[in-house]
């Protein structure tokens, strides 16, 4: 008799916990609770206790729902690492589930899987579906996947595809849709650098950075057409501060201050605030362990406009010379031999360049060039 009423106090007290939700975290900690809703990327849990909380998607590692059964199988194929049969099983929970909330946790939790999975190209078509979904939030953009398939995949052409064709609609409103259009090509960016496609890392950043840029106004002889034209002077004081700054070895500080006050610059200023701010990422980018070539690649494109815009001051040598060390970070030797052979052909003659023309001559000798 008093094995029975033990058995039943055992029932009773361990049916709760068995019919529980439960989520466990990327620290391995577990809630227990029933899942109430699903919004902004977390979950909503209220614990047995009766106590409601929140936990952001990402940080979830795995979700177990008492009833329903085909969405927790999923989770346990992805927490298994087989992702493929984990999508397959999301899709099925999906298409059953009957609250909008579940269903929208669901696909994302596939989407999840997609990521982990390197499978970029349903990735890529799921995190744009979840961003027009969300009209583009910022939370929304920072989901974007993270990992790619290997060096010459199939799939990450494939991705690449989808991703023009979504930035060429969206050019249609190139104004409303800036923001958007940044984000995938950034994307497009880092599935070229996983592919190995410097060309295409650097065609695509100056893609992005043309984003920004204004049209310059065409003045006629005798016409400012209305533009006041920037008074020239002497080497701004300010500028030789940051130069200062940046040989002390705080390439953040210059960066900060001249992207915010470059508009302001004077005409005369602005090759040397060009040259500085090229001359700064670079440091930046080998002080932070050469990881962020986003800002190597802002540091070229810097670097070349110097040379481009300002090609008859003295600060364009120095800025093509510099050019060519963002090359070989980047790993692309052929181009920084061109950009060299470029100095010495535009400035061999010049002597007040002599420092920067026998650098260029000796890498080209050097190098058998």
């Known amino acids: 008799m008093r094995q029975i009423a033990a058995v039943t106090l055992l029932i009773m007290f361990a049916s709760p916990l068995s019919l529980a939700d439960v989520l466990v975290d990327d620290r391995g900690l577990s809630s227990e609770g029933e899942i109430t809703g699903y919004s902004n990327y977390e979950v909503a849990l209220t614990l047995d206790s009766g106590l409601p909380i929140g936990r952001e998607l990402l940080r979830i590692k795995t979700i177990e729902v008492t009833n329903n059964p085909v969405f927790t199988k999923a989770e346990k194929l992805r927490a298994k690492k087989d992702y493929s049969k984990a999508v397959a099983q999301y899709r099925k929970a999906e298409a059953a589930a009957r ?69 060429t609609r969206l050019m249609r409103n190139k104004t409303r849709n800036k923001v958007y259009i940044k984000a995938v090509l950034a994307l ?123 090609e008859s001051e003295t600060q364009a040598v120095e800025a093509l010379y510099l050019a060519s060390r963002v090359s070989r970070e980047l790993g692309n030797k052929p181009a920084a031999l061109r950009v060299l052979r470029e100095l010495v052909n535009n400035y061999g003659d010049d002597e007040q360049q002599d420092t920067w023309v026998k650098k260029a001559e000796a890498e080209l000798k050097a190098a058998g060039k």
Not at 128 to 150: H, M, T, Y
């Open 188 to 310: 497009v960016m880092k599935i070229h650098e996983a592919d190995g496609n410097s060309d295409g890392v650097t065609k695509t950043a100056e893609r992005i950075s043309s984003l920004d840029s204004r049209p310059k106004p065409t003045l006629q002889p005798g016409d400012n057409n209305g533009v006041k034209t920037p008074p020239v002077g002497p080497r701004s004081t300010k500028l030789k501060a940051l130069a200062v700054r940046l040989k002390a070895g705080h390439p953040g500080d210059v960066i900060a201050a001249i992207e915010t006050h470059f508009p302001k610059y004077r005409q005369v200023d602005r090759p040397e605030a060009m040259l500085l701010l090229g001359k700064a990422q670079l440091l930046k980018y080998k002080k932070d362990g050469r990881k962020n070539r986003k800002l190597l690649i802002e540091a070229g494109l810097n670097l070349m406009g110097v040379f481009s815009e300002y």
């Open 99 to 167: 609250k909008r909330w579940m269903k929208r946790l669901i696909s994302d939790r596939s989407y999840q899987a997609m990521v982990d999975g390197r499978m970029i190209d349903q990735a890529v078509k799921q995190w744009l579906k979840l961003v027009d979904a969300a009209s583009v939030s910022q939370a929304s953009l920072k989901l974007a996947p993270g990992k790619f398939a290997k060096a010459g995949a199939a799939t990450n052409k494939k991705a690449v595809k989808v991703l023009e064709d979504k930035v």
